[in-house]
């Protein structure tokens, strides 16, 4: 065993990591994160005792929950007979893991090409289709989030883009429909799909067809949201890429892989992408791993050509290893379904029931095991909770409530005016509703709070 001797209490390993971690996405001397000394299941805890539901997936990637024994098992069998070896051999437990994904997603999509997270599988997806295109340029949604390397944190479309955007990225940006706040007035989901659809067809004919490559977007859209597209959008979205030739990309990094109640959110409209890039809940983030699934269109292009691009990494055996071993235990033990009942039987209505009582929640929406809040200051005029891209003093009101669900044991999600709901796939439904419990007396302080 490790010995860190010296970092026995939660005072201890956090002054640690204050001396020498550099924390994404934070004003270093701003944070003080919480110390975790151990997790099971869907829970975590810390070094005082208190444990934590944790309604977060961490960051929205532990869907079969922490420290599943087939998943630790598997990782630890692989790190006894091969660690590590270079991408360029064959390997069982790689191919075994490309086979397993090639099975489970949508379409063609055959090949798989790994990387190490999802925005790196993002960055090889968008060169991939700017190469087989000839095409310079991307169209993405606003209401995304596509990673934060110097290529795809100008995809993203959310706020945490302004900080790193050169403004020189070839990244083309659509609104995608959003009904509560309709960027096109329209007064039903049907409305929405159409007039989305027009702004895209419209979007495209002015940036000039032959100029874009791409067009990436999350099937359901995951941090900038929890937006369920309306029936027929995804397959609008295909056939305008087909009409003019752009090559379409699924960002499934967080809905995929049992999130959203299906093995791929795209399954639920049945629309097939030319490429899909995928991480998080591959292997529930034991080991880092993600990647692109290739179909025959892209895949024909690099069959006799190079590719031009690869990762010291790329199908590292521990991920892989985790990787088999999760989808394998996501299929003997019922996971997706798990997540699809949950959301249709338990999370839904009792989310619904929860928003009628609390005149803070605008809006719920969401399904399997992926939802959102969005919280208001008055339901008449849907003025948000905080205003749009808010920090410090502004943002305060969401700190209140998320911090009534920690102080009371439960950890979610707080992303803008929204709290995200997103616990493991196989989330027991007793879980379910101690989170829901909580969640109940955290809505009350917000409703003190408009
Ligand atoms: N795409 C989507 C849809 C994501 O949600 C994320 C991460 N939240 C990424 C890409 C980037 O993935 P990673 O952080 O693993 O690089």
């Not at 970092?7 to 944070?31: K, M, Y």
């Not at 063609?108 to 090889?124: Q, R, W």
């Not at 005149?359 to 005029?381: H, I, N, S, Y």
């Amino acid at each position: 065993m490790m010995s860190l001797a010296h970092l026995t209490t939660g005072a201890e390993v956090r002054a640690a990591d204050r001396a020498h971690v550099f924390h994404s996405w934070s004003a270093q001397d701003a944070i003080s994160p919480l110390p975790v000394a151990g997790a099971e299941g869907s829970y975590f805890w810390d070094y005082d005792g208190q444990r934590y539901l944790d309604f977060s997936s961490q960051l929205v990637f532990t869907n079969i929950g922490h420290q599943h024994p087939r998943v630790v098992a598997a990782v630890q069998e692989q790190a006894g007979r091969l660690c590590t070896i270079a991408p360029s051999f064959a390997v069982d437990v790689r191919a075994e893991a490309a086979r397993l994904i090639a099975a489970r997603t949508p379409g063609d999509l055959d090949k798989i090409f790994f990387t190490n997270g999802g925005t790196e599988a993002v960055e090889h997806a968008v060169r991939m289709a700017k190469i087989a295109t000839g095409r310079p340029k991307v169209l993405a949604g606003y209401r995304s989030y596509h990673g934060a390397t110097s290529g795809s944190i100008h995809l993203t479309g959310e706020p945490r883009r302004w900080g790193a955007d050169t403004g020189m990225s070839g990244a083309v940006h659509f609104f995608a429909p959003y009904l509560y706040r309709s960027p096109f007035h329209a007064v039903d989901e049907a409305q929405e799909c159409e007039r989305a659809l027009a702004h895209l067809a419209e979007v495209i004919a002015y940036e000039g067809p032959g100029t874009l490559a791409a067009l990436i977007i999350e099937p359901v859209i995951g941090s900038a949201g929890v937006h369920v597209p309306p029936d027929g959008y995804l397959a609008g979205v295909r056939e305008l890429c087909d009409r003019h030739g752009i090559v379409l990309i699924f960002d499934e990094v967080m809905v995929g892989f049992g999130r959203t109640g299906a093995w791929f959110a795209s399954d639920h409209w049945g629309v097939a992408p030319d490429l899909l890039t995928f991480a998080k809940g591959v292997n529930s983030g034991y080991v880092p791993l993600g990647g692109v699934a290739i179909g025959e269109r892209i895949g024909s292009v690099f069959a006799e050509r190079p590719y031009p691009g690869g990762l010291t990494y790329s199908g590292h055996p521990l991920a892989c290893a985790a990787a088999v071993a999760t989808m394998s235990a996501m299929a003997d033990e019922g996971v997706v379904e798990n997540a699809a009942r949950v959301g249709a039987d338990v999370l839904g209505p009792e989310l619904a029931a929860l928003a009628e009582r609390h005149p803070v929640v605008g809006e719920v929406r969401g399904m399997g095991a992926f939802w959102a809040l969005e919280l208001v200051r008055d339901r008449e005029t849907r003025e948000p909770l905080v205003p749009y891209a808010a920090a410090g003093a502004a943002a305060a009101p969401m700190g209140k409530i998320a911090a009534a669900c920690t102080s009371r044991g439960l950890w979610p999600i707080a992303a803008g005016n929204r709290l995200h709901l997103a616990p493991p796939c196989n989330v027991a439904d007793a879980e379910v509703k101690e989170g829901l419990a909580v969640l109940d007396e955290a809505l009350s302080v917000g409703d003190g709070l408009i």
